[in-house]
């Protein structure tokens, strides 16, 4: 059974970083297009970044994190990551990770993504 997991979210100011990992549970995964989302209270969820599989040669950012945010996998360890730079109280949210099972391109409907994890609180405070 698939299973993903995120890990790194936290309580931090305004200006600093955080790395977010998601690990999975099958190799398969670190094939497969993935994505972060996020989901504000009030808000519904939005697709924060998307890389494609197995390279990831190909990824997507909301406009609202570009060039603060990087998406980036490491097959080896099967792990998915958020760098998140330069953060903002707007970016306060619960972070998901999620996998695309059998697609390799990059997926911005998150209907597309049959594996979710738990989720991350990451928490920005001005």
């Known amino acids: 059974q698939v299973q993903v997991a995120e890990s790194g979210g936290g309580l931090v100011q305004a200006g600093a970083s955080l790395r977010l990992s998601c690990t999975a549970s099958?190799?398969?995964?670190?094939?497969?297009?993935r994505g972060w989302f996020r989901q504000a209270p009030g808000k519904e969820r939005e697709l924060v970044a998307a890389?494609?599989?197995?390279?990831?040669?190909?990824?997507y950012y909301a406009d609202s994190v570009k060039g603060r945010f990087i998406i980036s996998r490491d097959n080896a360890k099967n792990t998915l990551y958020l760098q998140m730079n330069n953060l903002k109280p707007e970016d306060t949210a619960v972070y998901y990770c999620?996998?695309?099972?059998?697609?390799?391109?990059?997926?911005?409907?998150?209907?597309?993504?049959?594996?979710w994890g738990q989720g991350t609180q990451v928490t920005v405070s001005s």
């Open positions: 999620a996998a695309a099972r059998g697609h390799y391109t990059i997926r911005t409907n998150s209907a597309e993504y049959e594996y």
């Open positions: 099958v190799r398969a995964v670190s094939t497969w297009t």
């Open positions: 890389i494609s599989g197995p390279s990831g040669a190909s990824t």
